[in-house]
T-cell receptor, first 114, second 116 residues
Framework: DADVTQTPRNRITKTGKRIMLECSQT?????MYWYRQDPGLGLRLIYY???????NKGEISDGYSVSRQAQAKFSLSLESAIPNQTALYFC?????????????FGPGTRLTVT | DQQVKQNSPSLSVQEGRISILNCDYT??????FLWYKKYPAEGPTFLIS?????DKNEDGRFTVFLNKSAKHLSLHIVPSQPGDSAVYFC???????????????FGQGTTLQVKP
C-alpha cells in the first residue's frame, strides 16, 4: 500500500463550488505539505503543517484553506473554486525537526475548474 | 522571484551517454539541495541530495555536484537509460535557522528524454 495517498485522483468542478482534497499518510511523519504544479512553474507550496497544531501559509495560499485533522491527515479546501486553480495538486510528508528533510509525495490530484 | 531556477525546460540524450541537468539558485543561505524525479501520473520521488558542506555526492549512476561560489548544482546520470526519461526537479532548503528548516523551494523542472 502507498505511504501517502490522495483522494480524489481526478476531479472536475464548476466555478464557485467548494471542493476538498484529502491526504493521508502511514509514514508516521509529523510534517505535511500541499503543493500545486503548473506547467513551467514547478511545484509551489500552498500550505504546510509541522505538527497537528502548527499550520502555516506557503507562497500561494490565497483562495485555499487547510485542516490537519490528525497526524496522518491533511486536507486542502478551495472555498470557491476558480478556473486558474486548475492544476495538479500534491501532498507530501517529511520527518520532524532534525530531519532528514526529504519529502515523500502522494500520487497527485488533477483538478479542473470549468 | 524565482529562487531556484532550471533554465533548460528539456534535454534529449542518447542511451548510454551522460545526462547533465543544471540548476541555479539565488539565496546563499540555502544549505541543502535535492533532486526529484517525476514520471507522468505519479508524484515526485526523491533521487539524491547534497548538503552545502560537500561538493559532490554519488549514488550509483547519479551524481550531484554543488558549486557554492557559482550558486549552481548539477545532476549527472551516467550511463543514461530509457527508464530515466522523466521530469527532474531540483529543490533547495535550509538545514538550520528558525522556521524554514525542511521547507523545499523547487525549480521549474527539466524534462529528460533518453532515446534508445
Amino acid at each position: 500500500d502507498a505511504d501517502v495517498t490522495q483522494t480524489p485522483r481526478n476531479r472536475i468542478t464548476k466555478t464557485g463550488k467548494r471542493i476538498m482534497l484529502e491526504c493521508s499518510q502511514t509514514k508516521g511523519h509529523d510534517r505535511m505539505y500541499w503543493y500545486r504544479q503548473d506547467p513551467g512553474l514547478g511545484l509551489r507550496l500552498i500550505y504546510y503543517s509541522f505538527d497537528v497544531k502548527d499550520i502555516n501559509k506557503g507562497e500561494i495560499s490565497d483562495g485555499y484553506s487547510v485542516s490537519r485533522q490528525a497526524q496522518a491527515k491533511f486536507s486542502l479546501s478551495l472555498e470557491s473554486a476558480i478556473p486558474n486553480q486548475t492544476a495538479l495538486y500534491f501532498c507530501a510528508t517529511s520527518e520532524g525537526a532534525g530531519g532528514p528533510y526529504e519529502q515523500y509525495f502522494g500520487p497527485g490530484t488533477r483538478l479542473t475548474v470549468t | 522571484d524565482q529562487q531556484v531556477k532550471q533554465n533548460s525546460p528539456s534535454l534529449s540524450v542518447q542511451e548510454g551517454r551522460i545526462s547533465i541537468l543544471n540548476c541555479d539558485y539565488t539565496n546563499s543561505m540555502f544549505d541543502y539541495f535535492l533532486w526529484y524525479k517525476k514520471y507522468p501520473a505519479e508524484g515526485p520521488t526523491f533521487l539524491i541530495s547534497i548538503s552545502s558542506i560537500k561538493d559532490k555526492n554519488e549514488d550509483g549512476r547519479f551524481t550531484v555536484f554543488l558549486n557554492k561560489s557559482a550558486k549552481h548544482l548539477s545532476l549527472h546520470i551516467v550511463p543514461s537509460q530509457p527508464g530515466d526519461s522523466a521530469v527532474y526537479f531540483c529543490a533547495a532548503s535550509f538545514l538550520h535557522g528558525s522556521g524554514n528548516t525542511g521547507k523545499l523551494i523547487f525549480g521549474q523542472g527539466t524534462t529528460l528524454q533518453v532515446k534508445p
